[in-house]
Nanobody, 119 residues
Framework: QVQLVESGGGLVQAGGSLKLSCTVS????????MSWYRQAPGKQRGLVAT???????NYVDSVKGRFIISRDNANNTVCLQMSSLQTEDTAVYYC?????????????WGQGTQVTVSS
């Protein structure tokens, strides 16, 4: 069974930093694209950043220059380093990954981790 386990959320003041981590575990062959999404109260879930297996990254405009996505392919881990946090960044952050296993390619979600930025 494939699981995505996130950690690193919490409460931080505006201007501060947080680092989120997500590890894919289970019987898997490989992990392709890994992403972070977020969902603020009353809003739809939206993409924050994506990183390919080869390391190509893509960010939503609102976090460019402030957030950095990275991954460790050997440990099937993706991280999101968040800096210069703003109150608008408050949301539940979800890890997402395209995983190849015995069942073929499937997309999986983590359980979410709360990030709260206070003014």
């Amino acid at each position: 069974q494939v699981q995505l386990v996130e950690s690193g959320g919490g409460l931080v003041q505006a201007g501060g930093s947080l680092k989120l981590s997500c590890t894919v575990s289970g019987k898997i062959f490989s992990v392709n694209d890994m992403s972070w999404y977020r969902q603020a109260p009353g809003k739809q879930r939206g993409l924050v950043a994506t990183i390919t297996r080869g390391g190509t990254t893509n960010y939503v405009d609102s976090v460019k220059g402030r957030f950095i996505i990275s991954r460790d392919n050997a440990n099937n881990t993706v991280c999101l380093q968040m800096s210069s946090l703003q109150t608008e960044d408050t949301a539940v952050y979800y890890c997402n990954a395209d995983v190849y296993n015995y069942s073929g390619k499937r997309n999986y979600w983590g359980q979410g981790t709360q990030v709260t930025v206070s003014s």
